[in-house]
């Protein structure tokens, strides 16, 4: 018996065809689904939780940030 190994991978509805064509000449077995709503893990939603409480005044411009990055990473 062989192991089957499972992934979860998206792919532009362009490309589909291509993509059935290929798992069928490998052999795999799909099930399609399309997805429309986006879930958080429990640890994503705690992180935006706890960011209610940091004030604006304490948050920097998203500009400015990556500029700092830039220079301090030399990107």
């Not at 290929?22 to 709503?37: H, N, S, V």
């Not at 958080?40 to 990556?66: G, H, M, P, W």
Request: proline share 1%; aromatic share 14%.
């Amino acid at each position: 018996m062989n192991t089957m190994i499972f992934y979860n991978v998206s792919i532009p509805e362009s490309k589909e065809s291509f993509f059935q064509e290929f798992l069928e000449l490998i052999g795999a077995q799909y099930k399609k689904e399309e997805e429309t709503d986006f879930l958080f893990t429990d640890e994503q939603k705690k992180v935006l939780l706890d960011q209610r409480n940091i004030s604006l005044d304490d948050c920097k411009d998203a500009d400015d940030f990556y500029e700092e990055m830039k220079k301090k990473y030399d990107l």
